[in-house]
């Protein structure tokens, strides 16, 4: 039991991507007016469980062709032989009722673009339709899948209707998605390029996949600072946590680097830090002020 469990939380592979889910849930509650409440807790799940989802659908569709490679073999615990395709399926299933409960419980916008996600996740790597096989189409489809509709289905849970602002977080968020598809997709052997890339390159051309990379990484950088700093998302107090933690995690292991040049890889440290700051900041920004209500009523 305890070794099908064990298989299990590794056929999710929620390590891989819950900060960012969280960064997403969060912000988009920040951007609607949400408080820390069972609501916010509720929408956190469901969107880690649609994206969970996602990732055990496609190590179900995968498991035949990852018993051919020791690396894909080893990360897909259906292709070691840890657990049952039929499990795998079941338990996948069960998920996906459970995101889409929780997604109805708050309200008909959440579930309409949480169901959404959880159609994305299955088609994204399901032979019937496989958008995983076209890469353009693909990496579009990771950034609606880890950003655009979690954003959309967390800002409707705590508002009926978009802000002014709401497209600067959105956007933000898309573009740092992408980034982190790239991230993720980094292969072991080739420490220069990301095969997301080359898989674009090869189909639209080089020239096409570099435009891509420079629009993606002006879009990140312009409306992360219009989203920090211009439209008041974050309290001062938080900006100051987020550039803090992210000085701790960055500046040490650079200064390693710097002293060895071995056991870091800059860009892995830079987008680590990145991503668990502004978790953890979000997480603050809700945590903390809720405290202070409970010690001093009013202050907040």
Request: with cysteine; hydrophobic share 55%.
């Amino acid at each position: 039991m305890k070794k099908s469990f064990s298989a299990l939380i590794k056929l999710v592979r929620f390590q891989e991507y819950g900060y960012f889910i969280l960064i997403t849930s969060l912000l988009g509650a920040v951007t609607a007016g949400g408080i820390l409440s069972d609501r916010l807790l509720a929408i956190l799940l469901a969107n880690g469980l649609v994206v969970g989802f996602a990732h055990m659908v496609n190590d179900i569709e995968d498991a035949a062709e990852d018993v051919f490679s020791l690396k894909n073999s080893l990360r897909n615990p259906i292709s070691s032989g840890l657990i049952l395709p039929k499990t795998a399926r079941l338990t996948a299933a069960i998920v996906g009722l459970i995101a889409v409960a929780l997604f109805a419980l708050m309200g008909r916008w959440p579930w309409i673009f949480g169901a959404g996600n959880l159609v994305l996740g299955l088609i994204y790597s399901h032979k019937a339709i496989r958008l995983k096989a076209l890469p353009l189409v693909a990496f579009i489809s990771r950034g609606a899948l880890l950003a655009g509709l979690p954003f959309l289905s967390s800002y409707f849970t705590f508002s009926d209707s978009l802000n002014r602002i709401w497209y600067w977080p959105f956007l933000w968020l898309i573009s740092l998605s992408l980034l982190f598809d790239l991230h993720s997709e980094r292969s072991g052997e080739e420490k220069i390029r990301f095969s997301r890339w080359n898989e674009i390159s090869v189909q639209h051309g080089e020239r096409f996949a570099n435009v891509l990379m420079i629009g993606v990484i002006i879009v990140v950088a312009s409306t992360g600072v219009v989203s920090m700093f211009l439209i008041n998302l974050f309290p001062s107090w938080v900006i100051i946590i987020i550039l803090m933690l992210l000085t701790l995690l960055i500046v040490p292991p650079y200064f390693k680097y710097r002293r060895d040049r071995t056991g870091v890889d800059l860009a892995d440290l830079l987008f680590h830090g990145l991503v668990h700051a502004f978790a953890i900041g979000l997480m603050l920004q809700f945590l903390l002020p809720a405290l202070v209500r409970i010690i001093r009523p009013g202050c907040f």
